[in-house]
Protein backbone atom coordinates (compact mmCIF):
# COMPACT_ATOMS: atom_id res chain seq x y z
CA UNK A 1 0.00 0.00 0.00
CA UNK A 2 1.29 3.32 -0.80
CA UNK A 3 -0.53 6.92 0.54
CA UNK A 4 -0.04 9.96 -1.00
CA UNK A 5 -0.56 13.88 -0.41
CA UNK A 6 -0.09 16.58 -2.49
CA UNK A 7 0.80 19.95 -2.03
CA UNK A 8 1.84 23.42 -3.28
CA UNK A 9 -0.68 24.28 -5.37
CA UNK A 10 -2.34 27.63 -5.58
CA UNK A 11 -2.50 30.93 -7.93
CA UNK A 12 0.22 31.99 -10.15
CA UNK A 13 0.30 34.78 -12.71
CA UNK A 14 0.83 33.51 -16.80
CA UNK A 15 4.85 32.60 -17.13
CA UNK A 16 5.39 31.93 -13.35
CA UNK A 17 6.34 29.02 -11.99
CA UNK A 18 5.34 26.47 -9.24
CA UNK A 19 6.69 23.41 -7.32
CA UNK A 20 4.05 20.81 -6.77
CA UNK A 21 5.17 17.97 -4.03
CA UNK A 22 3.92 14.22 -3.62
CA UNK A 23 4.99 13.03 -0.23
CA UNK A 24 4.34 9.25 0.08
CA UNK A 25 4.22 6.51 2.72
CA UNK A 26 4.42 2.97 2.83
CA UNK A 27 6.74 0.73 2.15
CA UNK A 28 6.91 -0.13 -1.73
CA UNK A 29 7.66 3.56 -2.29
CA UNK A 30 11.33 2.61 -4.24
CA UNK A 31 9.55 0.25 -6.43
CA UNK A 32 6.97 2.37 -8.09
CA UNK A 33 6.82 4.48 -10.41
CA UNK A 34 5.27 7.50 -10.33
CA UNK A 35 3.30 10.31 -12.59
CA UNK A 36 1.47 13.19 -12.50
CA UNK A 37 -2.02 13.15 -14.14
CA UNK A 38 -4.52 16.89 -14.08
CA UNK A 39 -8.11 17.18 -14.57
CA UNK A 40 -9.66 20.25 -15.94
CA UNK A 41 -13.12 21.27 -15.12
CA UNK A 42 -15.07 19.57 -18.00
CA UNK A 43 -12.18 17.35 -19.35
CA UNK A 44 -11.11 14.03 -18.47
CA UNK A 45 -7.80 13.47 -16.60
CA UNK A 46 -4.33 13.70 -18.89
CA UNK A 47 -1.23 13.12 -17.96
CA UNK A 48 1.26 15.01 -17.64
CA UNK A 49 4.89 13.40 -16.31
CA UNK A 50 6.24 10.29 -15.01
CA UNK A 51 8.95 9.20 -13.47
CA UNK A 52 10.65 5.77 -12.94
CA UNK A 53 11.01 3.79 -9.78
CA UNK A 54 15.56 4.55 -10.01
CA UNK A 55 14.25 8.42 -11.31
CA UNK A 56 16.80 7.71 -14.51
CA UNK A 57 13.67 7.94 -17.27
CA UNK A 58 10.84 10.35 -17.37
CA UNK A 59 8.42 10.89 -19.91
CA UNK A 60 6.35 14.12 -20.59
CA UNK A 61 2.94 15.05 -22.30
CA UNK A 62 3.81 17.35 -25.14
CA UNK A 63 1.64 20.01 -23.55
CA UNK A 64 4.17 20.29 -21.09
CA UNK A 65 7.68 18.93 -22.22
CA UNK A 66 10.43 22.08 -22.06
CA UNK A 67 8.29 23.49 -19.60
CA UNK A 68 7.76 21.44 -16.55
CA UNK A 69 10.44 18.79 -14.75
CA UNK A 70 9.52 16.01 -12.83
CA UNK A 71 11.80 14.24 -10.45
CA UNK A 72 12.32 12.29 -7.24
CA UNK A 73 13.96 11.96 -3.44
CA UNK A 74 14.01 8.21 -2.47
CA UNK A 75 15.15 9.23 0.48
CA UNK A 76 12.46 11.48 1.29
CA UNK A 77 9.72 9.50 -0.27
CA UNK A 78 8.88 12.43 -1.82
CA UNK A 79 8.26 13.09 -5.66
CA UNK A 80 8.09 16.46 -7.23
CA UNK A 81 7.03 18.58 -9.79
CA UNK A 82 8.57 21.81 -10.97
CA UNK A 83 6.17 23.83 -13.54
CA UNK A 84 7.85 26.76 -15.37
CA UNK A 85 6.64 28.89 -17.77
CA UNK A 86 3.35 28.58 -16.59
CA UNK A 87 0.18 29.15 -19.15
CA UNK A 88 -3.71 29.66 -18.07
CA UNK A 89 -4.48 26.15 -20.03
CA UNK A 90 -2.17 24.47 -17.18
CA UNK A 91 -5.32 25.56 -14.38
CA UNK A 92 -6.35 22.12 -13.49
CA UNK A 93 -6.49 20.04 -10.50
CA UNK A 94 -2.90 17.92 -10.06
CA UNK A 95 -2.88 14.33 -9.15
CA UNK A 96 -0.02 12.04 -7.76
CA UNK A 97 0.13 8.96 -8.81
CA UNK A 98 1.80 5.65 -8.55
CA UNK A 99 1.88 1.96 -9.44
CA UNK A 100 4.55 -0.98 -9.02
CA UNK A 101 6.70 -1.65 -11.61
CA UNK A 102 7.29 0.49 -14.85
CA UNK A 103 5.59 3.62 -15.76
CA UNK A 104 2.70 4.65 -17.94
CA UNK A 105 0.48 7.10 -19.63
CA UNK A 106 -2.40 5.17 -18.87
CA UNK A 107 -4.03 6.67 -15.64
CA UNK A 108 -6.08 3.27 -15.30
CA UNK A 109 -2.63 1.75 -14.82
CA UNK A 110 -2.09 3.26 -11.66
CA UNK A 111 -3.36 2.06 -8.09
CA UNK A 112 -2.70 4.61 -5.83
CA UNK A 113 -3.50 8.19 -6.04
CA UNK A 114 -3.45 11.43 -3.97
CA UNK A 115 -6.53 13.42 -2.98
CA UNK A 116 -5.00 16.66 -5.77
CA UNK A 117 -4.14 19.84 -5.58
CA UNK A 118 -5.60 22.76 -7.32
CA UNK A 119 -3.36 24.96 -9.45
CA UNK A 120 -4.97 28.67 -11.11
CA UNK A 121 -2.50 30.21 -13.73
CA UNK A 122 -4.18 33.99 -14.25
CA UNK A 123 -3.71 35.47 -17.32
Known amino acids: QVQLVESGGGLVQAGGSLRLSCAAS????????LAWFRQAPGKEREFVAA????????SYSSSVKGRFTISRDNAKNTVYLQMNSLKPEDTAVYYC????????????????WGQGTQVTVSS
Open 97 to 112: AAKEGSGTTYYSAYNY
Open 26 to 33: GRTFSRCA
Open 51 to 58: ISWSGGTT
